[in-house]
């Protein structure tokens, strides 16, 4: 199976920051990545599909870049609303697998 | 409205089953590949099995091959998880998941429920 990844496994990130995580996959997905954005008690909520593609009604904020088979997530400009987990996911084999999630809290 | 409810969650001793379902509304059920996604208390996401939208083809993460069985009514808008064999690891949260499609074959999930508790303890 795939392997995915993701670092780090928290930071801590103050209101206006950048923040970058990064997902590697074991072996090439092409952009069969996609990103999500998790609250305490909620399900998770898709970010961003196709490695770049921002799903609709998503800030502009957060973008999505591919190098190989490196993937990263940018959020500019950190916003209150954006302190939750994240988690990457490939949909390239047909055995998908999610990254262990990276959390971001407020420093 | 569009959404995803599950239902069946519960309290189970290791080696039983449950059966969980989701009753899906306001879309078109039977046009999507569907899915089961869990999380364990505290870590991280773990998707479970995908079936196609006939029914057709299915697949597991290698942890519930065997012991679980994803399957679907599309007259009753309605997904199913049954799970065999419990053990005390297969506590989680349960999510049932719908699968979109972009352009290019790009598949995510782009509707989810709110998840049901299963935990097995004695």
């Known amino acids: 199976d795939i392997q995915m990844t993701q670092s780090p496994s928290s930071l801590s990130a103050s209101v206006g920051d950048t923040v970058t995580i990064t997902c590697r996959a074991s072996?090439?997905?092409?952009?069969?990545l996609n990103w999500y954005q998790q609250k305490p008690g909620k399900a998770p909520k898709l970010l961003i599909y196709?490695?770049?593609s921002l799903q609709s009604g998503v800030p502009s904020r957060f973008s999505g870049s591919e190098s190989g088979t490196d993937f990263t997530l940018t959020i500019s400009s950190l916003q209150p609303e954006d302190f939750a987990t994240y988690y990457c996911?490939?949909?390239?084999?047909?055995?998908?697998?999610f990254g262990r999630g990276t959390k971001v809290e407020i420093k | 409205e569009v959404q995803l409810v599950e239902s069946g969650g519960g309290l189970v001793q290791p080696g039983g089953s449950l059966r969980l379902s989701c009753a899906a509304s306001?879309?078109?059920?039977?046009?999507?590949?569907m899915s089961w996604v869990r999380q364990a208390p505290g870590k991280g996401l773990e998707w479970v099995a995908n079936?196609?939208?006939?029914?057709?083809?299915?697949y597991y993460v290698d942890s519930v091959k065997g012991r679980f069985t994803i399957s679907r009514d599309n007259a009753k808008n309605s997904l199913y998880l049954q799970m065999n064999s419990l053990r005390a690891e297969d506590t989680a949260v349960y999510y049932c998941?719908?699968?979109?499609?972009?352009?290019?074959?790009?598949?995510?999930?782009?509707?989810w429920g709110r998840g049901t508790l299963v935990t097995v303890s004695s």
């Open positions: 998941a719908r699968a979109g499609m972009a352009a290019r074959g790009f598949w995510y999930f782009d509707l």
């Open positions: 306001g879309f078109t059920f039977s046009s999507y590949w």
């Open positions: 079936i196609k939208e006939d029914g057709s083809q299915k």
């Open positions: 072996q090439s997905i092409s952009r069969y």
């Open positions: 196709g490695s770049y």
């Open positions: 996911q490939q949909t390239y084999s047909t055995v998908w697998t």
